[in-house]
């Protein structure tokens, strides 16, 4: 399989994508104006216990309060011996207006909290440190027996592993030279004690440690054995990642290029036209069938439909056809979706049990690749597959779009922050084709306010790219997503 790994920058966003063979399999997003919080630490105040959920409400500087789970509250193994999951009580693990240290697992999604946990972990290339957990864990990726037992010998030469801090082998890991992972121990111990210098400073509700950049975090978490190159649109950017590479992966670092066609890059591996297609219910298969995706507050539903298929031989061929046919592009998608939680599969019935199998294991196949952590059950006799994705972040349907007000939430419609990303990079894509003296951008109102207001030095910046004046101008029958860029 060949991966490669674009990162594409405009104005305050960076987005990030992973091919495989061709094919864009994960699309990420960064904006400025709102990062993300997952695996930030925080000096968190406890503001109320509630028993009654076994969890407590902290505050951690940000608009809603977070949730801390009575199970994720970190204890010492003498009480966890003599207590026991069943055992455990709030009120004996925090109260009200304590101080503690809090790392965030999960962002705050839809209308719901971030969630926390006082068990602290901090990844490197390698390694995962767990400065108050003692114990060496390795990759359950890491299939290879012999290479599992030398990755957990060459941490044990190098550690206790009876005492904090403890350590779980990555996945990149595998190949991995004992000096390499000592480098990377080293570092994270460098960064742990700068972590506790920080905490003993920070105040209540305040930011202790915020994890890295997404372009870094990409360069982190997805480079790998089957990476053939990293490209990368901005000057800055490229000059930050490879000076990462060459501390803290060298062997990685003649990976990473910068990419000076006059051709957008997402233009140039088709990403843009994938994003947009991913914000679209309905998903045609080749065959003739589609998929239709609904995501809701509680779960994500999928149904599979033969469409104009018929198949060639009889209905039950039809069907398995089609469902192992659906079972790839689902597995797909997801990814490429960020879709996470409970995820129901309704599958066309399918009578012989061979069929029902083969199509699990397409499902379970295609997602063995997958960067999140997935749970998949046996089909149903209704033909329904019930499965689990985690969910860190936002999906990329809530991070582009929000609720439309004219049918009352029951649809999206891009945001105007999305739409002024996209105006900025059609103003990239002609400059880097066509010569003019001027630009006029026309879109909605609400579009052309946050042009002048918030994103105004974005503006400022393209007129300097560009060398030509930018005019504005509101168009109050525009749809939403409706703009033109005119040049002059």
């Known amino acids: 399989m060949r991966e490669e790994i674009l990162v594409n ?10 091919l495989e063979n061709g094919v864009v399999q994960e699309a990420l997003i960064e904006r400025a104006s709102h990062r993300g919080l997952v695996s930030n630490l925080y000096m968190g105040r406890v503001s109320r216990v509630l028993p009654g959920m076994q969890a407590a409400f902290v505050d951690i500087g940000i608009e809603r309060t977070a949730f801390l789970h009575a199970s994720d509250i970190a204890r010492s193994r003498y009480e966890e011996r003599a207590n026991g999951e069943a055992d455990i009580d709030i009120r004996d693990l925090v109260e009200e207006g304590a101080d503690l240290l809090v790392q965030v697992l999960k962002d705050p999604l839809g209308t719901k909290g971030a969630r926390l946990t006082t068990h602290v972990t901090i990844p490197s290339r390698y390694v995962v440190m767990m400065p108050q957990s003692a114990g060496i864990g390795v990759s359950a990726r890491i299939e290879d027996d012999a290479e599992r037992e030398r990755l957990r010998q060459c941490i044990e030469s190098i550690t206790d592993p009876d005492s904090p801090p403890g350590y779980i082998v990555r996945t990149a890991a595998e190949g991995a030279t004992a000096e390499a992972l000592r480098a990377d121990m080293l570092f994270l111990d460098r960064l742990w004690s700068a972590v506790e210098e920080s905490r003993a400073e920070a105040g209540s509700a305040e930011l202790v440690y915020e994890d890295l950049p997404l372009a870094i975090r990409v360069l982190r978490d997805l480079l790998g054995a089957e990476t053939e190159r ?61 998929l239709i995706f609904d995501q809701t507050e509680a779960m994500t539903t999928i149904d599979v439909n033969t469409g104009a298929y018929v198949g060639h031989r009889n209905l039950e061929e039809t069907i398995f056809r089609t469902n192992l046919e659906a079972a790839v592009a689902i597995a797909r998608q997801l990814r490429l979706r960020n879709l996470g939680g409970i995820i129901i599969i309704d599958f066309i019935d399918m009578i012989e049990e061979e069929h029902r199998r083969q199509v699990s294991q397409a499902l379970s196949g295609r997602l063995a690749g997958d960067h999140a952590k997935t749970q998949i059950m046996a089909v149903s006799p209704l033909g329904l597959i019930e499965m689990t994705r985690k ?45 003019f003296q001027e630009l006029l951008v026309l879109a909605r109102p609400d579009i052309i306010e946050r042009l002048l207001d918030e994103e105004s030095a974005g503006v400022a910046e393209l007129e300097g790219l560009t060398g030509s004046p930018i005019r504005l101008q509101s168009e109050g029958l525009y749809a939403p997503d409706q703009f033109d860029v005119v040049l002059m």
């Open 9 to 18: 920058v405009t104005p305050r966003e960076v987005r990030a994508a992973l």
């Open 230 to 290: 990293v490209r990368v649109d901005s000057d800055p950017l490229f000059a930050r990642m490879k000076d990462f590479a060459d501390r803290f992966m060298p062997d990685m670092s003649p990976m990473i290029e910068r990419y000076t066609g006059e051709r957008p890059i997402f233009d140039l591996y088709g990403i843009e036209d994938e994003i947009q297609r991913a914000l679209q219910r309905k998903v045609p298969l080749k065959s003739g069938g589609y």
């Open 391 to 435: 969910r860190n972040r936002e999906s990329l349907e809530h991070v582009l779009c929000q609720a439309c007000p004219s049918c009352e939430g029951r649809g999206f419609v891009k945001t105007p922050e999305t739409v002024c990303y996209e105006i900025f990079r059609e103003i990239l894509r002609q400059h880097g084709q066509f010569d």
